[in-house]
């Protein structure tokens, strides 16, 4: 089990901010992102539609897991 926590402690660098030393008040268990393509056009396709929410997912995801606590 530690080696598994150790596969989702993703950290690309270390924060100097006393938020991210310091044990959270509280924690987040859903966010939830709209995103649209506007203004749609008919040489867009239907995964167009779908590849910039992703990114954004993505990006989120990464600074999540860059201050997510190793002991949680």
Do not use: C
Not at 7 to 36: A, C, F, M, S
Not at 39 to 57: G, I
Request: glycine content about 2%; cysteine-free; aromatic content about 12%.
């Amino acid at each position: 089990l530690p080696f598994q926590l150790d596969l989702l402690h993703n950290e690309t660098h270390k924060l100097p901010y006393v938020w991210v030393k310091d044990k959270p008040l509280l924690y987040i268990h859903q966010i939830i992102i709209r995103i649209g393509v506007s203004p749609w056009n008919n040489n867009l396709k239907m995964w167009d539609a779908f590849r910039a929410p992703l990114q954004e997912v993505f990006r989120l995801l990464e600074t999540i897991r860059n201050h997510e606590d190793a002991d949680t």
